[in-house]
């Protein structure tokens, strides 16, 4: 059982603890919809978040947290390959969706 499903001051302390799975299936057996809603947007959102901070975060420190974790030269490399070809595949993506808006006429 949730240990903050009483508690609605506590909802980010739920979702940060991994406990919004259990929130939201005790919302929906109680019926209440609107917090339903609520709840799950904060975990998605939460999660989205998280994400995207850690993923920038791991970027730009990458090269030095690695060799502290034990990483030689080849999983360093690797983290090099990846961005780079997530970087072209970003642009080649943006170059595509461009094009096909000049042919379409714009829309």
Not at 61 to 86: E, F, N, W, Y
């Given at each position: 059982?949730?240990?903050?499903?009483?508690?609605s001051?506590?909802?980010?302390?739920?979702?940060c603890?991994g406990?919004?799975c259990?929130?939201?299936?005790?919302?929906?057996?109680?019926?209440?919809?609107?917090d339903?809603?609520?709840?799950?947007?904060?975990?998605?959102?939460?999660?989205?978040?998280?994400?995207?901070v850690?993923?920038?975060?791991?970027?730009?420190?990458?090269?030095?947290?690695?060799?502290?974790?034990?990483?030689?030269?080849?999983?360093?490399?690797?983290?090099?390959?990846?961005v780079?070809?997530?970087?072209?595949l970003?642009?080649?993506?943006?170059?595509?969706?461009?094009k096909r808006?000049?042919?379409?006429?714009?829309?």
């Amino acid at each position: 059982m949730c240990s903050c499903s009483n508690r609605s001051d506590g909802i980010w302390q739920c979702i940060c603890a991994g406990e919004g799975c259990s929130l939201v299936s005790l919302l929906l057996g109680a019926g209440k919809k609107e917090d339903i809603k609520r709840v799950s947007s904060h975990c998605i959102y939460t999660g989205y978040l998280l994400g995207l901070v850690l993923g920038i975060f791991f970027l730009l420190t990458g090269q030095m947290l690695l060799p502290l974790l034990g990483a030689d030269g080849d999983t360093i490399l690797m983290l090099h390959l990846q961005v780079v070809t997530m970087t072209e595949l970003t642009s080649n993506i943006s170059g595509i969706n461009q094009k096909r808006k000049r042919k379409d006429g714009g829309n």
